[in-house]
């Protein structure tokens, strides 16, 4: 990028945050990091009528589900509401601001020339509470997931076993695990969390005592040379 246009963008980003502080008010800032190479903030911030907005930029996802979980979206999670004439017109003049700011193709994994590139950009999210927002903020970023959750598939699953050993061995503890989760919990849900090359995926439902519980994935991108 030259000196020209990084002067430029960070103009427009001084009028971004200007018009937040603005407009908003009881402004938070988080920071959501995975591995020590990548982290990424959002901002919050609620309206005089009581609605929060989310600012986030994309996340790079190098890593894929190629059908391993069987599961079907949920939108009524990350949908925003009907929004006032007054929370509408200020998402209109936040969004002229970042339409500003043209998207910029980088890389997102830089090892052993794997050419992944994503568009780095900003997105907003609205909502009547900071939880909401926050969801539908970073499920547009492409960092968050929530859906329904159906089952493991094996068949999916067995393209990186390689022995006739191995399939006999595992499709058996897939059964189970999908067994298991489907008789012993309720409203089962998959959350999936990308942090460019690490995605933690978590299968969770609800137990007849309330309680909620599940498993825990981690998955990495790897080079191979």
């Known amino acids: 990028m ?15 945050a ?3 502080q603005k407009n908003l008010h009881n402004i938070e800032v988080f920071k ?13 911030g609620q309206t005089q009528e009581n609605n929060w907005f989310c600012f986030s930029q994309t996340v790079a996802r190098e890593t894929t589900l190629e059908g391993e979980i069987k599961y079907s979206d949920l939108p009524d999670l990350t949908m925003q509401p009907s929004l006032d004439s007054s929370t509408a017109k200020l998402k209109d003049k936040f969004q002229q601001i970042i339409n500003q700011l043209q998207p910029i193709s980088i890389y997102g994994y830089y ?17 009547d509470s900071k939880e909401k927002a926050l969801l539908v903020a970073l499920h547009q970023a492409g ?3 929530i859906a329904k959750f159906h089952e493991f598939d094996p068949e ?8 006739a050993e191995e399939i006999a061995e595992f499709y058996p503890r897939y059964h189970k695990i999908n067994k298991f989760l489907t008789q012993n919990l309720s409203d089962l849900r998959m959350i999936r ?10 299968v969770i439902g609800q137990t007849n005592a309330g309680d909620i519980t599940g498993i825990y994935i981690e998955s990495d991108f790897d080079y191979n040379p």
């Open 2 to 16: 030259s000196p020209e246009l990084a002067d430029e963008r960070a103009k427009i980003y001084q009028t971004l």
């Open 18 to 20: 200007d018009t937040i």
């Open 32 to 44: 959501f990091s995975q591995i020590p190479v990548y982290s990424f903030y959002v901002v919050l």
């Open 111 to 127: 090892g052993g020339g794997y050419d992944y590139r994503f568009n780095h950009c900003l997105v907003q999210g609205i909502a």
């Open 143 to 145: 960092m968050l997931d």
């Open 156 to 163: 999916a699953l067995s393209w990186g076993w390689d022995e």
């Open 193 to 202: 969390c990308s942090f460019w090359n690490r995605e933690c995926i978590y």
